[in-house]
């Protein structure tokens, strides 16, 4: 139970990350910069934080970042960034989605390492696109699929791995939220708006928000690829011009069945992202909301509630732990995981290395699989709910 | 909150039972036998409990049935106690699934009221019959779907009726057990046998069971009608004859979606029935296992936790209420109710009158609507998760 | 799990009960009628159920009881029942305590076994000439504390009897609840009129309502006995002429410490009775409002929710479950197991034998224990706070 | 629920701040440094991480502090940076206990504002001599009782100073830990040895070390002036040299009674830090483990769970709330709370200005509030359990 980030900060020095999107009246944008503050590892020097360049300079102020590295586009800062001795490392991409892909294809084209917010991109095309530019540049590139940095999110993929659950036979995936229960978008709200904009969010609306996130969370924890999905998407409310509502069928490789519900108009609900797990030998149960614990039920004997930090921890929980046990750590913290975990992965690239084998985050892969996942669903819905072979 | 039912009892004597099935080894016939106590309505004074004759008669004399009305089988059962001036006014059937149409239509024809477990019976068809069965004779027929006997669950119907919802989007139901996690039935435990036998439980395994029970809890609740279904059924424990685990997508006529997910194999669950249901106006969770409480979760307002004999309880609840708020009634008291409904309607038959309006049981029409349920779920899986029309 | 009761009954017929008190407007009388019927051994024949002659009578024809045996008082009732062939075995004393003690001597010595509601009597001296009183009778007395009848409260105490906890260190009990905030006994509701009543109540508001019950319940699982108490009871509605708080720090023999809190102020508190206790090598926790689950954390290991009829369960409480785990059992079963074990004990003495070691009900010995410790607190208040010595 | 904080670390630039204590091996020292960079108020610059110099330059290294500016000691910190143009402007003290008065001095005197840990000192005296000490130079003093940064307690604050729970009449505290109840300061576990060590703990182990902090968020949210305490301090495990378990009984001015429980020895309990307060009109209930829901309980109607950033929030609330409900915010965040109400005071000392009305701190008169109470339980333990007059 060591905070070890900081050792690495002054061995070698912050990382110097740049920002694209993320100011003023964005919401994901803060949450990263947090993140990437806990555990020391990188320095905000840079951004592109608006598509307005006045309201990106003044968004640029605001956090300190000077002047002169306050872009009024993205293609000027990569540009500008990459001939820069001091120039940034790494870039956040924190806009709405369909602007993931040209802004990634930019930084990478300028050598510059990238965390992007999922999902990946708008289309299964531009995704592979993406793959295939990670792979020739060999830049690090990771999707900030943000809860698979809980330590009891760790722990339960350790415990899948060590064979504790005996052969999976159901994963059950939910993500309920309630904001978009009324008409929200029509009011101004920012978020509302963009999120239920196909241009500007894609093809799926709650599929590809949160169901995303359900849907790698449950990959992620089981290490199961699906073999066929068959989804009912629908929008419940009245003029809405995308999903608020997701149910799909789950066929997994290998015999495993399953559900996944997502929702934002399940009234009552704030983030409900819950995960269930029974195989032949045991069962584990963990929910966002109370991310600190997670339930793990072996058969025939007493249920038992592991918790962060607590009696039980595998080392994969315990090296993403910051504090004891009974101090919860949160949304926030979870999310710094993935930061943290990026910075070894390129502080080893600096190297020349590739970083050790428990750096964990989600790739450029489980972002195209996650726009696969939307792409079918949307196709299966499309087709009055038919069964979708997943490629 | 007042126990109403030791008064009727008193007015007009106790109702005459007899029992079918529920001998030496049940489950069910002894929580039938509590429930009928419970508020005091009848009196078990005849018996058929067990196919074998010799067992039969040592159960009777276990439950201090007179040797007479110990009988070895129920046909020579209905005939007999039809012939006596103190007969059996009513008859509970607690028998393996493949008996209750038999035993139902000897008892029925016998003129004597019948309460039978779920489901109905093992094909739809037989249930049809008995539908036609019991509106000939006009005899009371009670299924025991228990769970829509708990107060909490009349709540949840009352505020859903109010309109405290708006109007009803999505419905989720889940029954989840794990008793069946490994191969219970080659064990010699009983209650394993016959429910993993086609012949004995009919077509469908869990979903016949326990998803039936959820079913019929949300048509309770909601007060809608199924349009549509999708269902996969899975067996995972090898060898095992029947589905120990389903999963449906909903389309309920009116536009409102929903998934329902039965499973005997869910490691760390025990009897985890619950409900979760969300209109445009707010939302309602309950759950079995704490069924004292409900969750009200009205948009944009605090969420509520409602208790039954609290703050907040509607007089449908009250009705059924006997002890106060923070003392637990659990499901005995559930299945009682089930039992003090039947009592209200037979004693209102008695009297040649309807029952009151308030009073609510599960009918014959709720058990053919679970047959129908049943056989559109297998009919899915079978054609590999097809959309199957209710009729 | 299994349901024994019933074979009793039929062996040797049900037991006689007679009811003084519990006639109309009454709560607690309901309660023991339900609890005595649930396991199918007593028959209610006779009653003195109210203390005005026509109210008696009244209630006594509303529950079946035959009119020659419905008595206007309970002198009257003693009397002619002790003179019948077929007059009652047991008495339940359910009315206001002050009436406790005459009632439970006029039985007792007429030769009838007595069940009687809690706090014992209203002071020390009757509490001690009752004990006098049954040792020299040699009948059964069984004071309902309720409480100790649930199954994970049999659990705990075998528990610790095991020595799975060690060394006990700390005690505390809660009982909190909040139906008194306001000065509800000036209402008109009787419940509040007579608890709120030195004269009926005793020298004890909400001390000996239901602190002795928090406080038998620690006693009860523990095995310990108390050394000292220092109390401070509280009125805080005004005009009120009882305590409705009482908070007590408790120092145990052998060294455990302890807290003892009850209240009827509480609000949102319903019927909290919480009990846990901490030793050297594990600790326990249960509540009363979810009864059928109980806390089991040994050190350094991931803590254990145990639940009734689950993995794990001792001997001792599955001799007091009825139903399997995840059917939940609430007040009225725990209720009842106290009348199942009072007609253990009282076929045992029909046969002239002692009852089998596992039996257990609180007796009068733990009531007169229960008059003490109000008395002791109650006197510490009176003196500002300070050390009593139990004796 | 914006973070509003990045916008004055640029206006004015980060504060400059160093730390005493808080070296290689340290707990606490990390939590402080991740909850001031969490809002982007401080730049850690300078640091007597450690009483041994080497290990203070070495820990130094590790975060990045200039070589000029890893002290060996603190005295020559206060010193060296008291002469410098870019000497800091905040000093962090996360010493073991004792040393809290002696390093607080000399920055104080040095002109720089301190950010203490609880608690202030070891003995009344000197607390009383810090006091003056800060109203002296008028350097901001905050004491991190931290628990009081979470939303959901300033909210509980705000809806008692809203009289939303009317008079008050019950403040029960308690904070639960378990991690001492074997002898682990024999292990070599080094927080373990200094918290039981007199000579570096002051008089108190678990009362000084948690005590307080269940103390301080009692006044805190409540508003409330303790009138008297009587306690019964006790040590559980043999040969431990401090209190690992006080129990005591709270009379408030006003009339408001009370208890508080923390032990170090209530084997499962992690960090069970909780507050239920009850008034005439309704109750309110926090645990710090789950930090982000508050139970509010009118009386009379349904028991309310208000979240942090949910519907029902204060502002008191919403203005230290950083991301949405829903999203779990933990004890960093909590903690960096006090960190960002410290920066606000910091910032308008910097503009000879007082802070907002609304920015609320742990000030070193609560500090001595603090040690006044652990001085009163101490004493009222020694007298074998009698009732002190606070002063």
Redesign the interface.
């Known amino acids: 139970m060591t ?1 070890e980030a ?2 690495e ?3 070698h ?2 990382i110097r990350l740049g920002m694209v999107g993320g100011g003023q009246g964005a ?1 994901i944008g ?2 990263h ?2 993140a990437a ?4 590892q990188f320095e905000l020097v840079a951004g592109a934080l608006a598509s307005d360049p006045a309201r990106a300079k003044a968004s640029a ?5 000077a002047d002169d590295r306050a872009y009024g586009s993205f293609e000027e800062m990569a540009k500008a960034e990459a001939a820069r001795a001091d120039g940034i490392e790494a870039v956040s991409i924190v806009t709405p989605n369909h602007m993931h892909s040209p802004v990634a294809k930019a930084f990478l084209n300028a050598g510059i390492h990238v965390i992007c917010d999922k999902p990946l991109t708008t289309t299964v095309a531009e995704a592979e696109e993406l793959v295939t530019l990670v792979r020739g540049t060999g830049k690090i590139f990771v999707v900030t699929h943000n809860y698979t940095g809980y330590p009891m999110v760790r722990q339960a993929r350790a415990m899948v791995a060590n064979g504790d659950l005996g052969d999976i ?2 994963v ?1 995936a939910e993500y309920l ?2 904001w978009l ?2 008409r929200l978008e029509v009011s101004g709200q920012k978020q509302a708006a963009w999120r239920t904009d196909p241009a500007r969010s894609g093809l799926g609306g709650c599929i590809g928000d949160i169901g995303t996130h359900a849907y790698h969370l449950a990959c992620f924890v089981t290490g199961l690829e699906l073999d066929k999905l ?1 989804a ?1 998407l ?1 929008t ?1 409310v009245e003029g809405r011009r995308l999903d608020d ?1 997701v ?1 799909i ?1 789950l ?1 997994w490789k290998g015999g495993a ?3 996944l ?1 997502a ?1 934002q ?8 992202l819950t995960l ?1 797990i ?6 584990l ?1 963990w929910a ?5 614990q997670l ?13 962060r930090g ?3 921890a595998f080392s994969e929980a315990g090296r993403v732990t ?12 979870g999310f710094a995981t993935i930061y943290a975990e990026a910075a070894r992965a390129i502080r080893a690239a600096r190297a020349g290395e590739k970083p050790d084998r428990e750096v964990i985050f989600p790739t450029v892969e489980d972002g195209l699989s996650g726009m696969k996942f939307i792409d079918a669903a949307v196709k299966s819905s499309e087709r ?2 038919a ?1 979708i072979q997943m490629t």
């Open positions: 905070i900081g050792k900060a002054s061995d020095g912050r919401f803060a949450v910069r947090i503050r806990i555990d020391d102020k605001e956090l300190g970042i036979r159901l059950q939220q309630d229960t009324e068959l009912q629908s419940f509502d149910q069928l066929k069945k399953g559900m519900w929702s108009v399940a009234v009552g609900n704030e983030n409900g269930r029974y195989g032949s030998k045991a069962g149960e966002q909301e109370n991310p600190n339930w793990f039920t072996p058969y025939g004997r007493p249920k038992q509630l592991l918790t607590g009696a039980g910051r504090i004891p046990s009974g101090h919860p750590e949160g949304y926030l913290e009055g709910g069964w």
